[in-house]
């Protein structure tokens, strides 16, 4: 196993700016250290937002970012420019450990930390609706499976195509659509049912 990089090691940010995740990652497969810091700075934030929306947990996520990224230099010479793109490899990483987390802990946590976040509705009544149906949403988006909560979060959280989210999940764009589909009836019914409660 190689050692991970420093984190820190510089490059001067005219450089990063113009390299390609592709070409970096193909830096990384050759055990170029220099390479990784950009690389995992580019990839760090897009991670850590869709590990965050599947898992709802936010220090879970920066768990699962920083092993995702300890992966990518690990198993660097299994990545394949043939099968995809950089991204797509690293948001499959990030997706499993997002997967097998939640399979570990059986993780049932609310979408988001919305009710904490203060409002600019002035109008107290319309704030406890939104509330009210912000906890409902979060209720039934824990009750989903796992997949269909990852495939919810990449689809109408990061706008990613059906091809890149069955990359990441490691499936085909037709199954995704059908993931989708059943995740949507799915959390219709879950709110219905919680509103009929």
Known sequence: ????????LPLPPAVIARTPLALLMA??????????????RALQAPGLRLADRTLNDR???EDVVQVALTRMWTMAARYDPARGSVEGWFRRIVVNLCLDR???LKLVAPLSEADNVASSAPDPFEQAVAND???RLDGAMAALAPRQRAALAM???DGLSMAEIADALE????AVEGLLGRARIELR?????DSNS
């Open 1 to 8: 196993m190689r050692p991970l990089p420093h984190p820190l």
């Open 27 to 40: 830096r990384v497969v050759d055990g170029d250290a220099e390479a990784f810091d950009p690389l995992a």
């Open 59 to 61: 220090a879970g996520a």
């Open 102 to 104: 939640r399979r570990s």
């Open 133 to 135: 149906r912000r906890a």
């Open 155 to 157: 689809f109408h959280g």
């Open 171 to 174: 499936t085909t764009p037709k």
């Open 189 to 193: 019914k879950l709110i219905d049912m």
